[in-house]
């Protein structure tokens, strides 16, 4: 499939939900937004948005490099597939999900000790 082809994706999605497919997953899910909002538009079964470990590795690396505040881009990261997700796909499966629940916990650690103080 050509990956500039939109209108080729959504036929390709189309013959799969004709051939019975249950789930309709689109990665990886930061490139692709577009395709997202406009596969859940066409389709009656769940749309998944995945985020490709490559995705967490770019921002990883670059991190390591010191050309962007990491946990800064994991979560633009993660508010920009949110956004469609939110309202065009059901499922969100996400490479960097452990660290985002790490630093979940973290964060809701510091602020209970903060309010301690």
């Known amino acids: 499939m050509d990956p500039a082809n939109k209108r080729e994706a959504i036929r390709e999605v189309l013959i799969d939900c004709a051939e019975g497919a249950d789930i309709i997953m689109v990665k990886p899910a930061l490139p692709y937004l577009d395709v997202i909002a406009s596969v859940r538009s066409k389709v009656n079964v769940p749309v998944a948005a995945y985020q490709v470990s490559g995705e967490y590795a770019m921002i990883k690396a670059a991190e390591k490099n010191g050309w962007l505040d990491g946990d800064r881009a994991m ?28 630093s979940s916990v973290d964060a809701q650690k510091s602020g209970r000790s903060a309010k301690r103080k």
């Open 75 to 102: 979560e633009e990261t993660i508010i920009s597939i949110r956004r469609p997700v939110r309202y065009d796909s059901d499922l969100l499966r996400l490479a960097m999900a452990r660290k985002l629940r790490e």
